[in-house]
């Protein structure tokens, strides 16, 4: 520190360019001033505005403003002149000392009023009688329009520092404006001796400026012209206009009009060098300092170079600012002569000194107001906080009372379920059913206990928390619509955001201003199904969709992928279209302001980093408890840390706009169906023209395709309801979980992709037949080996067995254009899931147009009294099964023919009579030998004693025509009446009784 005290031996004062309200209250400027010899300090927007994002130190004046009715520019204001109030305390020792030449404190008027003379006169008062201190300098900036509003501060008695000053000629003039308005207070008999004023000349800034100036008049190699002066110039120009600007200064003040003013008692306005950070780290980092030293000057240093000085600067024993006066001129010569304008440059310095000034301005006000915001939600935030530690109680006393249960996952999001439920949805505790609210989806389903625990203390639901995962509750192990307030059944993890999507859709196509929030858990954020989601919310714009990630950090063997690296899922989402928001959220404020934020639109992802087990020592961010209730012991100690509290908080029901049920739809009229005997026509293509049919009729019918819209010939409704169709793109557990999101807000989705990708959805199709929508239908086409040569990774041959599979489904498998479109049609007024099996290639018209198709029904098309064996099929193998039967029938072995349309249910009457009398069945079905046709047929055949066969697809497929696969895997024409020949004959030396062939 000696090097920075031996300054004043030189006449110079050094200054802080940094005044925080941590350096007043650690005491750090009471010691700088009277320890390392500071001597003044100025207050700097940028600084101001980090250390109120960073410090609680302004919070207790910030809510006392707002809750004064305060705007931001007031409060900005009463913070800086408290700041700066208490700064001129600190150091008017120093002021009294120097008897008014140093111990000041400067404060800027808004960098807004630079160009507005009476504005920044007005303000410069207001501020100098809000700190009311003699040692305040009030900074004005030295612009053509503030130089009378100086002069006029100064003749007021308001001590004026004069900033960004860059030419000779601009100091010049604030020179003469200062003399000016002390011979003015001398005239009107007013006192002088304690007027004070500095003229801020900025350094660095020029240099910034003019070295690329110069770098551009440099050829490498050049000994000629300008190239070698310019280089000599660089980093050269600003101490050098320094230099002069300190010779005009001693001109001026050995001036007789100076002396006359100096016997007065007059002080000088001293030059003040500032912007004295290196900022090119070529040069020395005290560059500004140690070539400026000299009496009445002042250096205003940022802390960096005030520790760069006094750590390895040096000070002359002569006064530096007064040393190479010639080599400036030269300079300064030498820039003009290389075209380089000194005062444009000036000028253009002048331009964006101002606007540097009035960014970092406006970043400071834009803190403060984030800043009053999150304080003013402390009121609100406190019941929030208290009803997030209520939650946790009852969900540790709920799991151990069940014995199983996740406590800890479901601990982690108390905060977040609180101050949505109870401060962020608009809904009505009271109307589960409705639909002008705002939505939730709890995705990361096992946090169920949350759920449930927020919906009691809510009064939505009546049921006692304590009976969770009991068989007569309906508050489960994970949420399934058996609870009113479940929409979708949750708990197979990443495939909540997918329903939220469809939600919002629903919401959208009924012009409902709601917003729906999906909670997800970091671990479930491993699975693909999440993006899908993400992008498709971001190609259609769902700007009414917030996620919620609680980034808990903890799998349920191990730490998550990430931790609580919050940075990945921000970077997953933006790179989608997201907008996302980082928070603690375990902080009731910061989800409160994240919540604002998701109101303007998105889709909104809040990151919120969390704690598994929060609130319980033992619980807390450890390992090894995912799934596990406390035992009597672990909760009673658990609940003794976290207070108890009687905290009851009450849901105002509110609704958003649009209406509070489903639009009604009246019962359509059969669709009419025109087609000709024989005609040949894909019932892929079928399916798509009675979909375009019965979108007039079915205001709730939407559809969704995999991008396969051109095969399945959803094309056709796209056409004519663009706003009901949805490309899902390649993503079929998205197009899933979208559609049961439609789905469970009263629409008819119909889904459609070829049989084979629909597998891939499967366990969210299974979830669906969880959530037991009324309405969920899927299209599968290309189904089987009859594609042909597209080979096996194209063939559906699992889809009949899948959804067979899902408790409650419907199973439909159509075999010509006519039953394609009734099929269809019967669909949309069939409740459940529906699945409807689809062929790629052209079959002929079988049926007439008023064919009816019930569910649960089939078809006999070929049926005689003497008829030996019934041979059931569906689909493209119907056509096989009659082309078998009219050569068997020419060779006198007549067949019955069953169309089993419908796989499931199965007409199992139909088929039991034609077992009796015909003593025997052949199934043939393109599709694996397992869980398809064959195996509902076998099972409705279950203890009649006949003849069976099945002809499925065995061994592995490969690619070929269509005619050939069939033939290769025993399902064509000729494969059923070898297969008939052989019950025949086999029959004739056998008893009738149940055998299987083949």
């Not at 479901?410 to 109870?422: H, K, P, Q």
């Not at 078809?859 to 008829?867: C, I, N, P, T």
Request: net charge negative.
């Amino acid at each position: 520190m000696d090097t920075l005290l031996k300054l004043a031996d030189h006449g110079q004062s050094y200054w802080l360019d940094n005044l925080t309200r941590n350096k007043i209250q650690s005491g750090e400027l009471h010691r700088r001033a009277y320890q390392e010899g500071l001597r003044g300090i100025t207050s700097n927007p940028a600084i101001f505005g980090k250390a109120i994002a960073a410090s609680d130190l302004y919070d207790r004046q910030i809510e006392e403003a707002v809750a004064a009715g305060r705007t931001v520019p007031q409060i900005y204001e009463a913070l800086t002149t408290t700041d700066v109030r208490d700064a001129c305390d600190i150091l008017h020792p120093v002021y009294d000392v120097s008897e008014g030449r140093d111990g000041f404190v400067s404060l800027e008027v808004s960098p807004h009023l630079a160009h507005d003379t009476e504005a920044t006169r007005a303000e410069a008062r207001r501020l100098w009688h809000a700190v009311d201190r003699p040692n305040l300098l009030i900074k004005i900036p030295g612009t053509r329009a503030g130089l009378p509003a100086i002069e006029a501060c100064l003749f007021e008695g308001i001590n004026v520092n004069v900033t960004l000053l860059f030419s000779i000629p601009a100091y010049q003039s604030v020179a003469w404006a200062y003399i000016r308005a002390l011979e003015r207070r001398l005239a009107a008999g007013l006192p002088i001796e304690r007027i004070a004023s500095v003229a801020s000349f900025f350094l660095s800034r020029i240099d910034v400026l003019v070295d690329p100036l110069l770098a551009q008049r440099i050829r490498p190699g050049a000994v000629h012209g300008a190239s070698p002066v310019a280089e000599r110039l660089l980093g050269r120009a600003a101490v050098a206009n320094a230099r002069l600007a300190y010779q005009r200064f001693k001109t001026i003040i050995a001036a007789e009009r100076w002396r006359w003013l100096e016997a007065k008692g007059a002080r000088v306005q001293r030059l003040l060098w500032a912007s004295t950070s290196t900022k090119n780290p070529r040069y020395r980092d005290v560059m500004y300092v140690e070539p400026l030293i000299g009496p009445h000057t002042v250096n205003t240093m940022p802390d960096e170079t005030i520790a760069a000085f006094a750590d390895h600067g040096a000070v002359p024993d002569t006064d530096s600012v007064e040393e190479e006066i010639e080599e400036a001129e030269q300079v300064m010569r030498d820039l003009r002569r290389i075209g380089i304008d000194f005062g444009r440059v000036a000028g253009q310095l002048l331009n964006e000194g101002i606007q540097k000034f009035i960014d970092p301005y406006d970043a400071s006000l834009a803190i403060l107001a984030e800043k009053a915001r999150k304080l003013a939600r402390r009121d609100v935030a406190r019941p929030l906080e208290q009803m997030a530690q209520k939650l946790r109680r009852t969900i540790i006393r709920m799991t151990t009372e069940a014995g199983s249960g996740h406590p800890t996952s479901s601990m982690s999001a108390a905060e977040i379920m609180a101050t949505l439920f109870f401060h962020e949805l608009r809904w009505d505790p009271t109307a589960p059913e409705a639909r002008n609210v705002d939505h939730f989806v709890l995705s990361k389903g096992h946090a169920a206990p949350a759920l449930w625990a927020v919906l009691y203390e809510a009064g939505a639901i009546a049921e006692d928390p304590m009976t969770l995962r009991r068989i007569d509750s309906t508050l489960e192990g994970h949420p399934t619509p058996r609870n009113p307030w479940v929409k979708v059944a949750t708990g197979s993890l990443g495939q909540g955001l997918a329903a939220a999507c469809g939600i919002v859709l629903a919401d959208r196509l009924d012009g409902i201003d709601g917003r729906v929030y999906c909670l997800l858990g970091d671990g479930e954020c491993s699975e693909g199904s999440v993006w899908e989601a993400a992008q498709f919310a971001a190609l259609n714009k769902l700007s009414g969709l917030v996620a919620i990630v609680d980034v808990n950090g903890l799998g349920q063997s191990g730490p998550a992928p990430y931790d609580h690296d919050l940075s990945v899922f921000e970077q997953r989402f933006e790179a989608y279209g997201w907008q996302t928001i980082q928070v603690d959220g375990h902080k009731v404020t910061d989800l409160l302001d994240a919540f604002e934020q998701a109101r303007a639109g998105g889709p909104t992802a809040i990151l919120a980093r969390t704690e598994k087990g929060k609130g319980v020592s033992f619980l807390e961010g450890k390992g090894g408890f995912h799934g596990k209730p406390l035992d009597q012991e672990q909760a009673r100690k658990a609940l003794e840390e976290i207070v108890e509290v009687d905290q009851r908080l009450r849901v105002e029901p509110r609704r958003v706009a649009g209406p509070d049920r489903p639009p009604s739809v009246e019962g359509a009229a059969p669709i009419e169906v025109s087609y000709r005997p024989g005609e040949l026509v894909a019932t892929r293509a079928a399916y798509g023209a009675a979909l375009k049919k019965l979108g007039s009729s079915f205001r709730d019918l939407v559809v969704l395709d995999g991008d396969v819209k051109n095969s399945t010939y959803t094309e056709h409704f796209e056409r004519a309801y663009p706003d009901r169709f949805f490309q899902g793109h390649i993503a079929e557990q998205n197009l899933t979980g979208v559609a049961l999101g439609l789905a469970a807000m009263g629409k008819r989705p119909h889904v459609s992709s070829f049989a084979c990708f629909l597998t891939r959805a499967f366990d969210f199709i299974r979830m669906a037949g969880h959530s037991a929508p009324k309405h969920l239908v899927f299209n599968g086409s290309h189904a089987g080996v009859s594609i042909g040569e597209d080979g096996p990774s194209q063939m559906g041959l699992e889809d009949l067995a899948m959804f067979r599979a899902v408790a409650g489904s419907t199973v439909l498998y159509p075999a010509d254009a006519v039953s394609a479109e009734r099929l269809t049609e019967a669909a949309m007024q069939t409740e459940g899931i529906v699945y409807i099996r689809t062929t790629r290639a052209k079959t002929p018209v079988l049926y007439g147009d008023d064919e009816p198709f019930p569910v649960g029904g089939a078809k006999v098309l070929r049926e005689s009294a003497g008829d030996r064996l019934t041979v059931v099929a569906a689909g493209i193998t119907l056509h096989e099964a009659l082309a078998a039967q009219e050569k068997l029938q020419r060779q006198g072995i007549p067949l019955r023919v069953i169309d089993a349309y419908s796989v499931k249910p199965l007409d199992a009457e139909t088929l039991r009579r034609a077992a009796r009398q015909t003593g025997g069945i052949v199934v043939v079905e393109d599709h694996w030998r397992a869980g398809g046709l064959g195996e509902a047929v076998a099972s409705a055949l279950a203890g009649i004693g006949i003849a069976f066969r099945h002809l499925a697809v065995d061994g592995e497929p490969r690619s070929g025509k269509p005619s050939e696969m069939l033939d290769r895997h025993g399902i064509s024409g000729h494969a059923i009446e070898t297969a008939v020949r052989e019950m025949l004959g086999a029959e004739r030396r056998a008893a009738p009784r149940w055998r299987v062939y083949g």
